[in-house]
């Protein structure tokens, strides 16, 4: 998009897609990026909505990666400062309807920060979904039946599986690996978050070379493919372009007030 096609869109006030992502090991299958798949479903929930897709900011904040070679990770002050300059980029032209597309789930703490500062200091109310925390149960149980839960975690899916249909030449599944277990003090490891003792969680900072060193976290990449993965990204892009639809009838100054105009017309693109 030029800028004089962005500057006749303004009058529109349309909704802005911000996808966010990492650059991160995904197991040794598939690529560093997830942010790849985050800026493909904002570009197809821009199509499908209306909405204007902007650039994705491919690094987030996932110190915990930091013993993967490749990998690019943006420090919390460094990330919140970048965010809220993307922000208010478009604040700054009369644009208050945003909509955070978060591709990684250690950002989402990051941006809660960055967009209750924002509440404050600008007076909007800027709203975010967590992609991969955005897919429901029956989808998940529709899709791998009894291997569901095998099937989630980081290494796995839905990243394997998406990344298998939108990328299907940057994907090397005769480098899949399993999952080990591991442990900590002697006690097992539930994740770069802590342990488990008693059935119950206790909280302790591991980087994920050390819970594996393949980085496969989690889920079972063998169960992946690429049929999955295109329910997924179609799902996350319809869901993105109803919220976005919805939004775009709402004053972001007044988040508790109802929807206040009709729908945006559907021309979404990307500046």
């Known amino acids: 998009?030029?800028?004089?096609?962005?500057?006749?869109?303004?009058?529109?006030?349309?909704?802005?897609?911000?996808?966010?992502?990492?650059?991160?090991?995904?197991?040794?299958?598939?690529p560093m990026g997830d942010y790849l798949l985050a800026?493909?479903?904002?570009?197809?929930?821009?199509?499908?909505?209306?909405?204007?897709?902007?650039?994705?900011?491919?690094?987030?904040?996932?110190?915990?990666?930091?013993?993967?070679?490749?990998?690019?990770?943006?420090?919390?002050?460094?990330?919140?400062?970048?965010?809220?300059?993307?922000?208010?980029a478009f604040l700054d032209h009369g644009l208050p309807r945003i909509l955070i597309l978060n591709g990684h789930s250690t950002n989402a703490p990051l941006i809660d920060e960055v967009a209750r500062g924002l509440r404050r200091q600008r007076g909007v109310a800027v709203a975010s979904v967590d992609l991969w925390r955005s897919i429901p149960?029956?989808?998940?149980?529709?899709?791998?039946?009894?291997?569901a839960a095998r099937a989630r975690g980081h290494g796995g899916d839905p990243v394997t599986s998406v990344s298998m249909y939108l990328r299907p030449d940057m994907m090397r599944p005769d480098l899949i690996r399993h999952a080990r277990p591991a442990t900590a003090m002697g006690?097992?490891?539930?994740?770069?978050?802590?342990?488990?003792?008693?059935?119950l969680p206790v909280n302790l900072p591991l980087d994920a070379h050390e819970v594996n060193g393949d980085g496969m976290?989690?889920?079972?990449?063998?169960?992946?493919?690429?049929?999955?993965?295109?329910?997924?990204?179609?799902?996350?892009?319809?869901?993105?372009?109803?919220?976005?639809?919805?939004?775009?009838?709402?004053?972001?100054?007044?988040?508790?007030?109802?929807?206040?105009?009709?729908?945006m017309p559907e021309q979404g693109g990307a500046p």
């Not at 006690?187 to 059935?199: E, N, S």
């Open 137 to 147: 149960d029956a989808l998940w149980t529709q899709i791998y039946g009894a291997d």
């Open 187 to 199: 006690l097992p490891v539930a994740g770069v978050g802590g342990v488990r003792m008693d059935g």
């Open 39 to 88: 800026e493909a479903i904002a570009l197809r929930a821009a199509e499908l909505s209306g909405a204007v897709a902007a650039p994705c900011l491919p690094f987030g904040h996932a110190d915990f990666f930091r013993g993967f070679p490749g990998g690019i990770q943006l420090r919390a002050p460094t990330f919140r400062a970048v965010l809220t300059d993307m922000i208010e």
């Open 1 to 30: 998009m030029t800028v004089a096609e962005f500057r006749d869109r303004l009058a529109e006030e349309p909704v802005i897609l911000l996808p966010l992502g990492s650059h991160e090991e995904q197991g040794p299958h598939a």
């Open 217 to 263: 976290l989690g889920g079972d990449a063998a169960l992946a493919s690429a049929a999955a993965g295109q329910a997924i990204f179609n799902h996350l892009a319809g869901h993105c372009a109803a919220v976005a639809r919805h939004l775009s009838r709402c004053d972001p100054c007044q988040p508790m007030s109802g929807p206040i105009s009709e729908p």
